[in-house]
Every structure is written in structure tokens, then in C-alpha cells.
């Protein structure tokens, strides 16, 4: 079972850009995707984006959609979310996760991460 891991999480300002990383343990297989989640407090998980590892296939929630973006680095089984232009509604945690379906569903992705926190100060 690969196991997530991320980092990159902090306190920034609104306006600022910060940069997830999602490691995984093991191999990543061809036919994946690979998603970033969000919950802030006392709110649902929310859907952010996802990816297919192989290809540039992308879908982004519409509250991030144009200041996020989401990378990956085969070599190095590792995925990214670039969050620009951070607003305070952007604070939660984030956490990651690989599926087979390209899904918005969190249901859909059967390894995730810890999570790592995001706080943006206005």
C-alpha cells in the first residue's frame, strides 16, 4: 500500500503563493489520478483538483479554478498544487490522494495523506 506524504503547508498572506507537495512511498501506477482535498473548520471535505499522473488531464473546483494548478514529477512520484493569489476563505487543511477514477468524489480515492495546514491572513 503507497502511503502519502505532505508538505509545503504554512501561514501566508493574501495575495501570496505556496506550493504543496504530495510524496508517495511507492511507484505510482501509469493509469492513476491524483487529487488534492480541502477542509476548513467546521465545513466538508471540498473538492480542489485532480490529474491524471500520466497525462495533462486536469478538473479544478471553481472557487480555485485559474490561481491553482496541479503538477506531478513521475521520476520522482510526487504531485504538487500550486495555490496562487491565496485568499483567507483558502484556509484548511489540505490533503491528498490518488484514485482510478477521475472523480471529483472523494469516495473514488482509496489512498490519501495526513494533510497539511494552509492558513492565509488577510
Known amino acids: 500500500q503507497v502511503q502519502l506524504t505532505e508538505s509545503g503547508g504554512g501561514l501566508v498572506q493574501a495575495g501570496s503563493s505556496l506550493t504543496l507537495s504530495c510524496s508517495a512511498s511507492?511507484?505510482?501506477?501509469?493509469?492513476?489520478?491524483v487529487a488534492w482535498f480541502r477542509q476548513a473548520p467546521g465545513k466538508e471535505r471540498e473538492f480542489v483538483g485532480l490529474?491524471?499522473?500520466?497525462?495533462?488531464?486536469?478538473d479544478y473546483g471553481d472557487s480555485v479554478k485559474g490561481r491553482f494548478t496541479i503538477s506531478t514529477d513521475s521520476p520522482k512520484y510526487t504531485f504538487y498544487l500550486q495555490m496562487n493569489n491565496l485568499r483567507p476563505e483558502d484556509t484548511a487543511v489540505y490533503s491528498c490522494?490518488?484514485?482510478?477514477?477521475?472523480?471529483?468524489?472523494?469516495?473514488?480515492?482509496?489512498?490519501w495523506g495526513q494533510g497539511t495546514q494552509v492558513t492565509v491572513s488577510s
Open positions: 490522494a490518488i484514485g482510478s477514477q477521475y472523480s471529483r468524489g472523494e469516495s473514488d480515492y482509496r489512498t
Open positions: 490529474r491524471r499522473w500520466k497525462t495533462p488531464s486536469s
Open positions: 511507492g511507484r505510482i501506477y501509469s493509469s492513476a489520478v
